[in-house]
């Protein structure tokens, strides 16, 4: 391409390229490809919001109508991250606000939205389309109030597992009776009720709706009207699935469901009634996607129901399922992908069903496709993980949660070492583990050698000492996220594979042996990495350098420390001085 | 008007920028919307002497593609299948002519051909790292180190710390070029036109963190070079003292620090000194005292090289660089951090739906 190849046509060129890996491959070409692509770029992915500035951003890409972005870290799913940690998305949105007006999609995770926020976004992006906001916090009805009524051409609304401060449901009935746009509406964690009347019209005049989830407080009598009024609809989450019996109500469910022929995924059945399963038969055949992970249904008519989604891809169960339930699962449903069994007595101390570690070995057997695994279970064996690696080579997540921290292998008593070293041995494109059950350096060393794929690993109760991060650390090439919880790594690992931080997106490290000293010592290091101590029990000034830090959050970053740490978080310093903290 | 041959058949001439001159069917060349429009408004393309000249983007060999692709397609007949096959088949060419292609078929305004050869491109593109992205297409390799900022190859291909350093040396550029507009007045500005805040503070040592941290550098590289190399077992002894001096420099730094720490924002928004800052840079050495034992100082100092190495960076080297950029980090974060976060947080415990178990958010409590 010596010659003049048009800027415009190289841009049409570009216009196929979509993944953002090849976009910011295409962008480090040359400097001409360099600015074209920055020019045409639409749509970016921040993958931790404190890795860069929203200035940044907009001075780079001037024309992004898509952005992605996730603040708090993993762990902040199981409370492990303090209130007020940060995530706060209000500067992006104000950034955006002026030099983005033709903006049409917001996606968050695990990040603070205040209502203010979203009364911004609402105003100040006169063709917005699509928020979703995922497990994320600080906004109230009255913000989604905003969002409706002013976002008049609104496709999407998903307030996936959000904690929102459920003032009333009257926010629904500002959507304008002129909406007729919307494709996809997700309120399914809001607590109150809605106005029926108002969800029904605005179901029944939006032809393109394809996902509807209801929250809890929609009565199964309501179900059939608003199904009638959607029947392409392709995911419905329903409300609670229980209702006194009576034979017309299931009849007309049944009715309803037999007109909705697009219907993929079902979710909801908070509270079901059994009786009334049988009304979504109708659809079972085609549904792929079945989440059933509210269902406090026992195993038989779990089984009764699965062995007629001879197609389903994707499950979420409760363990409810039991061993029995799961081998029908194997037997009946060939194309599945995914499965997620959750426990229904995480805090029990006795086994309160039959679920047991035979029950995934049934379905890796079973299930040529299964590629995703994330499995609540009370024992598991090296035996069971050995064959399951054996079976089913394509994994590409499996996540094991053995209910009893440090639990050895139950047959042999030995740690599960041998088990997820062959898991990381035989599945060669993993990418995302999560280890329990007692675990020596000796899994760790499994993991280094042969995981060059894993992206994502999470480590909880496991290791002996430093060697066992030094191996994770050192063999994993692809490591891009790190969470550790009350294991005994300390300084030497870190220190020793330093530079293999600025790699990585983040690393998360509480209850470990990392003395504050590696600490301040990672900060001068490696300036381009945001070093965070959390600690509750104040200054760790006050305390020998040596005494370990509760919690270590470790990023890369260009945009520098960060300015609205709360009280309990000290950014380590490049200088090696006071560390930065607002106190 | 053509020229009416024997056969009933019409043509129409066209003309390459190297002069040669061909006569095409005038169906075929009419498929061109280019060619299409000059023959209707110009008329031109009847005769020899007419001949229309097509772009500079034509040469004689892709028009030879063109054409056939034209006359392929413009027969009426062909089915679905049989006009996808012939495109999978036409855009089997190697990289070179594929662009070329492209670019006539844009110069010709023929729209399909640049559709379809436009996502050939892309397929070709996509998957590849900058490098083989550059040999494909036979690319400059233009983009300065500082602008590509992969002081580590990476293991991982990971583009998104590309994107990162990307962005960070675009911004250190522009504060290289905003400094150097400022040195130019920093030599008169030391002419204390400051106000009297600034000498007070400065005086108070705070040009912010910035100065206390001169002055500590200054008196590392002092201590330094009294030392031996640090490999050497009688470090011990200075280690000793400097442990006691670095001490009781971060205590005076911490009171200097809270002092001035108002006024340190406001100084460090002023670009005076931050010019000053940056002109004062001066760090020659990594070397940090870190109160560790030294064996396993050097233990893992050790082990840094040898994974430094590992990855292909030169340590001292980079961390020169990285002292370098760290002044500059901190401009970045003033000028380019424009508002500290706003939130309201809600407090919002109340309406947390209990009763619904996110089963996710439980599973590692299990274990406290």
Known sequence: MAYSFPEEVLEYVFSFINSDKDRNAVSLVCKSWYEIERWCRRRIFIGNCYAVTPGI????????????????????????????????????????????????????KRMVVSDECLELISKSFKNFKVLVMSSCEGFSTDGLASIVANCRNLKELDLRESEVEDLSGHWLSHFPDTCTSLVSLNIACLASEVSFSALERLVSRCPNLKSLQLNRAVPLEKLPNLLRGAPQLVELGTGAYSAELRPELLSNLFDAFT???????????????????????????????????????????????????????????????????????????????????????????????????????SVSEGCPKLQSVLYFCRRMSNAALV???????????????????????????????????????????????????????????????????????????????????HHVLSGCESLRKLEIRDSPFGDKALLANAAKLETMRSLWMSSCSVSYGACKLLGQRLPRLNVEVIDERGTPESRPESCPIE????????????????????TMDEEGNTPLGIA | ?????????????????????????????????MICREVLQTGMGSSKNYAIKLPQRVN??????????????QLPGHSNKELKTYDEKF???????????????????????????SRALARIIEGKTPEEIRETFHLPDDLTEEEKLEPLRNMTDDPRIRLLNRLYARKRKELKEREKVKNVEVAEEHMDKRSVDDLLSFINGGDGDSKCVRSAKNKKKNRRRKDQPRNSASNNDNENREKETESLNSAHYNGAVEDVSSSNRALMLQDSSSATLLSNLDFDDADIDDGLDPALKEEIDREVEDFARRLNSVWPERMQEIYA????????????????????????????????????????????
Request: hydrophobic content about 40%; proline content about 5%.
């Open chain 2, 325 to 368: 950029l760290g002044q500059e980090r901190r401009l970045l974060q003033i000028h380019g951090n424009s508002s500290v976060a706003r939130y309201t947080g809600k407090r919002n415990g109340s309406s947390m739906n209990v009763a619904h178990l996110f089963y996710r958010k439980l599973i590692l409590i299990v274990f406290l």
């Open chain 1, 259 to 361: 007109v909705c022929k697009e219907l993929k995924g079902l979710s909801g059945f908070w509270d079901v009634v059994p009786a009334y399963l049988p009304a979504i038969y109708p659809v079972c055949n085609g549904l792929t996607s079945l989440n059933l992970s509210y269902a406090t249904i026992q195993s038989p008519d779990i089984s009764k129901l699965i062995s007629q989604c001879q197609n389903l891809e994707r499950l979420w169960v409760l363990d409810y399922i039991e061993d029995s339930g799961l081998d029908i699962l194997a037997t009946c449903c060939k194309n599945l992908e995914e499965l997620r069994v959750f426990p229904s007595d995480p805090y029990g101390v006795e086994q309160n069903v039959a679920l047991t570690e035979q029950g995934l070995v």
């Open chain 1, 57 to 108: 951003m907009v001075r780079r890409f001037p024309e992004i109508r898509s952005v992605e972005i996730k603040g708090k870290p993993h762990f902040a799913d199981f409370n492990l991250v303090p209130e007020g940690w940060g995530g706060y998305v209000y500067p992006w949105v104000v950034a955006m606000s002026r030099a983005y007006p033709w903006l049409e999609e917001i996606r968050l």
């Open chain 1, 551 to 570: 919690k270590l959050y470790i990023y890369r970053t260009v945009a520098g420390p960060r300015f609205d740490t709360p009280g309990f978080i000290w």
């Open chain 2, 60 to 73: 004689p060999a892709v028009l030879g593609l063109i054409l056939d692709y034209c006359r392929f397609h």
């Open chain 1, 387 to 469: 064959t399951i690696a054996r079976n089913r080579p394509n994994l590409i997540r499996f996540r094991l949660c053995i209910i009893e921290a440090r639990a050895t292998d139950y047959l042999t008593l030995e740690p599960l070492d041998a088990g997820f070293g062959a898991i990381v041995e035989n599945c060669r494109e993993l990418r995302r583990l999560s280890l329990s059950g007692l675990l020596t350096d000796r899994v760790f060393e499994y993991i280094g050698k042969h995981a060059k794929k894993l992206e994502m690993l999470s480590i909880a109760f496991a290791g002996d000492g430093d060697l066992g991060l």
């Open chain 2, 91 to 117: 855009i089997r060419l190697d990289t070179k002519n594929l662009c070329e292609l492209t670019s006539a078929a844009d110069s010709l305004q023929l729209r399909p051909l640049v559709d379809l050869t």
């Open chain 2, 1 to 33: 008007m053509a020229i009416v041959r024997p056969e009933m058949k019409s043509y129409i001439w066209l003309q390459t920028t190297d002069g040669s001159i061909q006569e095409v069917e005038e169906e075929v060349a009419m498929f061109c919307p």
